[in-house]
């Protein structure tokens, strides 16, 4: 089965940064997915992690360890769009193509 | 935008009753997936179509039957609903199968069973 975690909620200030947390235990490993989600609409992509280490991409950067099954989000220069819920999921074995999501957590960014 | 459209948005029905949600991929994509959101379980994964054939399925009850048309789009029939039923359905597709192909969401279907 797949055991996803990560916190429930966030709370962080305009313009600083904030860490969000996943840990995993997945029957396999074939990558790490991270989606932002406003309330009532659609996950939308941010990032792909599959090899160990960082993967930058404007104020979102994403981090993998495979050996410690963990992963973290990182925000930076956060604005008040940014609050919304975040959603690790993983992809598992290589022959099994469904995502298995985090609970989310809730970032709320205060002015 | 992300290129999938869901039909229709808001559906609201009563216990015992069946329902077809209705997912169009983005041009070129040949998977759909399908999620059920609800308040108290998260986004879960319920079945996986590539190009017209089931290729996984996930926490999907034996009510509830899926399928993929010749032409991609893809169905979700819920039957026998229930009050627990009610939540948003996700559908999302992708190009291919696995590796670092992204799943891009629909805008949803918010079910209201009751």
Same mark, same amino acid.
């Given at each position: 089965g797949q055991n996803i975690d990560q916190p429930t909620e966030m709370t962080a200030t305009e313009g600083a940064i904030v860490q969000i947390n996943c840990t995993y235990q997945t029957s396999g490993f074939n990558g790490l997915f991270w989606y932002q989600q406003h309330a009532g609409e659609a996950p939308t992509f941010l990032s792909y992690n599959v090899l160990d280490g960082l993967e930058e991409k404007g104020r979102f950067s994403s981090f993998l360890s495979r050996s410690k099954g963990y992963s973290y989000l990182l925000l930076k220069e956060? %604005?008040?769009?940014?609050s919304a819920s975040y959603l690790c999921a993983v992809r598992g074995?290589? #022959?099994?193509y469904k995502l298995s999501f985090g609970a989310g957590t809730t970032v709320t960014v205060r002015a | 935008d992300s290129g999938v459209t869901q039909t229709p948005k808001h559906l609201i029905t009563a216990t015992g009753q069946r329902v077809t949600l209705r997912c169009s991929p983005r041009s070129g994509d040949l998977s759909v997936y399908w999620y059920q959101q609800s308040l108290d379980q998260g986004l879960q994964f319920l079945i996986h179509y590539y190009n017209g054939e089931e290729r996984a399925k996930g926490n999907?009850?034996?009510r509830f039957s899926a399928q993929q048309f010749p032409d991609l789009h893809s169905e979700l029939n819920l039957s026998?609903?229930?009050? =627990?039923?009610s939540a948003l359905y996700f559908c999302a597709s992708s190009? =291919? %199968? =696995? =590796? #670092?192909n992204e799943q891009f969401f629909g805008p949803g279907t918010r079910l209201t069973v009751l």
């Open positions: 956060l %604005q008040m769009k940014d074995a290589s #022959n099994d | 999907i009850l034996e026998s609903l229930e009050l =627990g039923d190009v =291919g %199968q =696995g =590796g #670092n």
